[in-house]
């Protein structure tokens, strides 16, 4: 089975353009979170036109197993020969050359060649290839088959040495709407820039419901080990899986925090919070009190219960608690189906936090292998271990991630947009998101303390 996908990206100054040529859907996870991606390019350049084709071909393992080895080098080379030697000296598939000619794949060597000069060297990374350029590096995946055509190409995250911390948050800080990004180093706060005031920030919340639950075991009123109970009341909408599990199903503390942190869970998320009471997660979460669970942010969102969310709004914090009571009443407030079109968050329900709590609360959290789980929607390469919790609604895009370095450095950064909902454009802000991230790499330790 072969699916493809074609993609054009314009880049100038930053600002990214992104369509989808095929017209092909990718329904798979996989496909879909790199279709995602197809703006990755996080440098300052002059109007640069990239085509990018990806084959998606399933095969056994086995086989990958068996032939990874050979095809490395096959492909490093293939690598080196187009970016050396240029289009001519190496060949395509038929396949690939209906999608993208020649001519088109030569002008998007020469821009890059224009960008950051010869290259120096190509290494095997985790899902890539690292290009090293004079100026710059830019991250290669590509496909070769066994006849050494090329059946897939995909150029993403071009950087040009020499590009400042500040240019890169200048630009995240130039999106539509309300912006603000914080960064610590080293548990330290490094920088703060945008808004100040506390922003709606998606599932990101769910950071502040880790946080309370550490605390919460630390302080030994539970543990990892504690088993809870679905309840129905715990059943919420997705993101997860936990919703359509049957009522009575036992699940230990662990393994609700893991499906909230890697799946973004929204039924463990409400499970938890229950377990641990809601006061005690107000406590990491100021902003947001009282603390919804997401079955009564999606009960408060639903078009049906449109007068009671417009008095939920008016109400002070005491007549908020009271009205919450009612919603716990699931005969009386019932959530549509989970596949319903109606499922999303009111603009003025959900979890607000600034992004210097965000930030912090994330580089408190011990257990940072529930936030290592998935791969992060940006380019991790430079990092020796890193995670990630981000959060989108509508007019709502958040990331909060940690990354840490081989020489020891460590940084928490948090970054969130809240916009009218057709200027959120989830290709730009990650474009900006991985440029920040591989911007503070590129740092020299000695530097590090100084962003400026």
Not at 268 to 273: E, P
């Amino acid at each position: 089975m072969t699916r493809l996908i074609l993609s054009s990206t314009w880049t100038r100054n930053y600002s990214t353009l992104s369509r989808t040529l095929s017209g092909k859907q990718t329904p798979d996870a996989h496909s879909s979170s790199i279709r995602r991606e197809l703006a990755g390019k996080s440098c300052r350049v002059s109007v640069t036109t990239i085509l990018v084709v990806i084959v998606f071909v399933f095969f056994s393992s086995t086989a990958l197993t068996d032939d990874r080895t050979r095809m490395t080098q096959k492909e490093r080379n293939v690598v080196r020969s187009l970016f050396n030697d240029g289009v001519d000296s190496v060949r395509f598939s038929e396949t690939f050359l209906k999608s993208a000619s020649k001519s088109e794949v030569r002008q998007v060597l020469e821009s890059l060649k224009t960008d950051l000069g010869d290259l120096s060297h190509v290494k095997e990374e985790r899902d890539h290839y690292k290009a090293r350029f004079e100026k710059g590096t830019a991250n290669v995946l590509i496909d070769v088959n066994n006849n050494g055509l090329i059946t897939g190409l995909y150029i993403k995250n071009v950087v040009l040495f020499g590009e400042s911390i500040k240019h890169a948050v200048d630009d995240f800080l130039a999106l539509p709407g309300e912006t603000s990004i914080s960064i610590l180093r080293n548990g330290k706060p490094y920088l703060r820039e945008g808004t100040d005031s506390a922003l709606f920030c998606g599932s990101a919340f769910k950071i502040a419901v880790l946080a309370a639950l550490e605390y919460t075991i630390d302080n030994q009123r539970s543990s990892w080990d504690n088993v809870l109970e679905l309840g129905d009341i715990d059943r919420s909408l997705p993101t997860g899986i936990m919703h359509r599990w049957p009522t009575g199903t036992m699940v230990t503390v662990d393994s609700a925090a893991v499906m909230m942190m890697s799946l973004s869970d929204n039924t463990a998320s409400d499970l938890l919070v229950r377990h641990l009471g809601r006061k005690t997660v107000e406590q990491f979460s100021p902003h947001s009190v009282p603390f919804l669970t997401t079955r009564e942010a999606f009960i408060l969102s639903q078009p049906d219960y449109s007068q009671l969310t417009e008095r939920y709004r008016s109400m002070n914090e005491e007549e908020r608690r009271e009205l919450l009571s009612t919603i716990s009443d699931i005969d009386k407030y019932r959530l549509p189906p989970p596949e319903a079109s109606s499922n999303v968050l009111h603009p003025a329900i959900g979890w607000r936090f600034e992004t210097m709590q965000l930030a912090l609360l994330l580089s408190k959290i011990e257990t940072k292998r529930l936030l290592s789980v998935g791969q992060p929607p940006f380019d991790t390469a430079p990092w020796s271990s890193f995670g990630y919790k981000g959060g989108e609604s509508s007019g709502v895009i958040n990331a909060t991630f940690w990354l840490s370095g081989d020489d020891g450095t460590t940084y928490s950064i948090s970054m969130t947009q809240n916009a009218e909902e057709d200027e959120i454009d989830r290709d730009q802000f990650f474009t900006r998101v991985g440029s920040i991230a591989t911007q503070l790499s590129f740092l020299p330790p000695a530097d590090k303390s100084d962003h400026n």
